[in-house]
């Protein structure tokens, strides 16, 4: 587990500590001094496996008792999970976009078998971003997994690489709209040609349902799409300045293949059907001519 949640009844818990067994002893997770709260979200500083829990009260000015409604642990089983692609392998950071209505708060994340995780410091009602770590992430798909304990917001996760330092990650992620949006073409529905005019490395979204098979063509070059918005296709474009962009449905060069092959095979059986027509056409008449009276 990485945390707990207790809800107290009018009885409420001034002091208390909240503990784990680690097989030979009670081991505190944490210590909470002055409560006056009937509701609490505890996150560990650390994922802890146990079968036992333990809630120590030293003072009780309610009653002179402690009634807890409900306690409710949180698990790494019960995250929410997504997968994510990443286009090369490297070290990257993974950074999340949060705010907070209460202290203590905390978001987790899980990237494929290693925890992240971040706490507030202090009442955070605007959105900002939160460094959680590095990982070493190879090409491929990675499934990630979110949770948070209390009152956590959470508008954006970024995961991102490089070894330039002096980017704020503020800029980093900026999602303002571009001045004007991409102009482009559409030859074919399997076809078309973005024009772009880039100060910068920017991320081409093209607004149809994701499908591996459409590529970017930049100077003969091949660019593979990434999956955008858990939805479309997104190309990422290492180049500045004016330059067009082809976007190309492999699937297309298949069946364009296939018909030929078959237009040829349909070609070669109608030669063949035809040739035989004939030759059976000659031998029918060359019988009918040696069977005729001189």
């Known amino acids: 587990m990485y945390g707990v949640s207790i809800t107290f009844e009018y009885a409420y818990a001034k002091d208390y500590q909240v503990q784990t067994w680690n097989g030979t002893g009670w081991a505190d997770q944490i210590n909470i ?48 999970s997504a997968t994510i692609f990443v286009p090369k392998s490297g070290q990257y950071t993974i950074a999340a976009r949060l705010a907070s209505q209460n202290e203590p708060d905390s978001f987790f994340m899980k990237v494929d078998d290693e925890l992240f995780s971040t706490s507030n410091h202090g009442r955070q009602t605007e959105l900002s971003w939160h460094q959680l770590g ?11 997994g979110i949770a948070a304990s209390g009152d956590m917001a959470l508008d ?21 709209p571009p001045g004007s949006p991409v102009d482009y073409e559409k030859i074919n529905p399997c076809k078309y040609v973005a024009h772009m005019n880039c100060s910068k490395p920017t991320m081409l979204v093209f607004s149809d349902s994701y499908h591996p098979m459409w590529t970017a063509y930049l100077n003969d070059r091949e660019t593979a799409p990434i999956l955008t918005n858990m939805l479309v ?6 180049k500045t300045g004016s330059f067009d962009i082809t976007l190309y449905f492999l699937g297309q060069r298949y069946a364009d293949i296939s018909l030929v092959i078959s237009g040829g095979a349909t070609i070669a059986v109608t030669a063949v059907i035809s040739v035989r027509y004939i030759l059976v056409t000659r031998r029918r008449y060359a019988t009918i001519l040696s069977d005729s009276p001189s």
């Open 233 to 238: 296709n997104g190309f990422f474009i290492n």
């Open 156 to 176: 954006k996760i970024g995961l991102y690489s490089g070894t330039n330092n002096t980017i704020a990650i503020e800029d980093l992620f900026n999602s303002a």
């Open 33 to 80: 001094k002055n409560n006056s709260l009937l509701h609490r979200d505890h996150a560990f500083s650390n994922p802890v496996t146990t079968d036992r829990l333990r809630i120590l009260v030293t003072s009780a000015p309610a009653f002179d008792m402690v009634s807890i409604y409900e306690v409710e642990t949180y698990s790494l089983d019960s995250m929410t």
């Open 134 to 144: 590095t990982a070493f992430l190879d090409v491929g798909e990675h499934t990630i």
